[in-house]
């Protein structure tokens, strides 16, 4: 069994990434992607560990994207998973992730500026020793839980955090095929996580936006994933046939951070990864 879909401490997980790998190992499981957002520092601390013991860690990313289109409203919170199949990321692909990690510092300052205007002491280094790399809304959000000044995670995000709350901030998120484009050049494959996310009871959306974002250069989609029913996985399997998608799974297993998803609870077979990484050789020799 595997697990493509996993978050480290080093977003927005709870456990550390040499952790995370124990308890993949402890469970049985043959592989482990380690998907933090925006980051692959996750993966650089685990991949000693996993290597000692023997389990098959791979490098994987998850991206916050924004997908645009002529003529129609931007849909935005598009997440894309990058897999790293074959050979680690690039230097260059590195160098692209920390003008991401610049922008998201910049909006860290400006948030706790935005909080403090309104009587709330909360400074952007308090989330950022929660974050590491990544510190972001969420980190935020625990910061005013534990300072007393809100009830709970999602009382944060709607008095003060959430896209139309009185402090949000915007970040630049980068477009779609500009995110696609950077993990097809450093030798990835991008995947769309947990579509049907995006399209919530309108089912119907989901194929047309999967044409779209192929042609901005998307190669597989999440099929497996502790969102989605078993029909669920049935629809987005019939949309990889038709379309000659790759197929992905994990359980978005975040510790701590996001109770009742266990790590490598969807029991996905190591089949799923190495047609993954057949797919991906096919499509870098096209």
Not at 49 to 61: K, N, Q, T
Not at 79 to 96: E, Q
Not at 117 to 127: N, P, Q, R
Request: hydrophobic share 40%; net charge negative.
């Amino acid at each position: 069994m595997i697990d493509l879909h996993t978050h480290s401490d080093e977003s927005d997980g709870s456990w550390s990434p040499p952790h995370l790998v124990e308890e993949a190992c402890r469970l049985g499981l043959e592989a482990l992607a380690i998907t933090d957002h925006d980051t692959l520092a996750g993966y650089d601390q685990a991949s000693g560990p996993a290597r000692e013991r023997g389990l098959d860690l791979v490098c994987g990313i998850e991206l916050s994207t924004v997908f645009t289109r002529i003529q129609k409203p931007p849909v935005k919170h598009v997440h894309l998973l990058g897999y790293f199949l074959h050979s680690r990321p690039t230097a260059a692909f590195r160098s692209w992730l920390e003008a991401i990690h610049a922008g998201r510092r910049e909006r860290n300052r400006r948030l706790a500026e935005r909080l403090q205007s309104l009587g709330l002491d909360v400074k952007a280094e308090e989330a950022e020793a929660l974050g590491r790399t990544v510190a972001g809304r969420p980190h935020f959000a625990r910061v005013l839980v534990q300072k007393g000044f809100v009830a709970s995670i999602q009382d944060a995000f709607d008095r003060f955090l959430n896209d139309t709350a009185k402090a949000f901030v915007p970040r630049r998120v980068p477009p779609f095929c500009e995110a696609a484009g950077q993990i097809l050049a450093a030798g990835g494959m991008p995947v769309l996580a947990h579509p049907l996310r995006l399209v919530g009871e309108h089912r119907g959306r989901l194929e047309a936006l999967i044409r779209g974002m192929m042609a901005q250069g998307l190669r597989g989609i999440e099929v497996f994933h502790s969102d989605h029913t078993p029909a669920d996985a049935e629809q987005l399997l019939g949309l990889t046939d038709v379309y000659g998608l790759a197929i992905s799974g994990g359980t978005d297993f975040h510790g701590e951070s996001k109770p009742g998803v266990e790590l490598g609870s969807l029991a996905i077979p190591r089949e799923v990864l190495e047609r993954l990484r057949e797919s991906s050789v096919r499509g870098a020799e096209r």
